[in-house]
């Protein structure tokens, strides 16, 4: 199983993550995560969520 995160970062506070769903497949989890337009999170095993052994998913852009 595949969990949808979000991570939320504050201005003077750090950032935290947000668990949104669970899926069945990645192929599910990424394309709801295509449809909710969320840039800043990712796919990944729930175990690894759980268990916080996980590294958010960054972009930038220039």
């Known amino acids: 199983m595949y ?3 979000m991570v939320i970062c ?4 750090g950032c935290e993550q947000l ?8 192929d599910q989890c990424l394309y709801e995560m295509r449809v909710q337009r ?3 999170g ?3 095993p729930i ?3 759980f268990d916080d052994f ?3 998913a960054r972009s ?3």
């Open 3 to 5: 969990a949808l995160v």
């Open 42 to 44: 990712g796919c990944l």
């Open 60 to 62: 930038y852009y220039e």
């Open 54 to 56: 996980w590294i958010p």
């Open 19 to 26: 668990y949104l769903d669970g899926f069945d497949t990645e």
């Open 10 to 13: 504050y201005l003077n506070n």
């Open 47 to 49: 175990d690894d969520i």
């Open 38 to 40: 969320i840039r800043d």
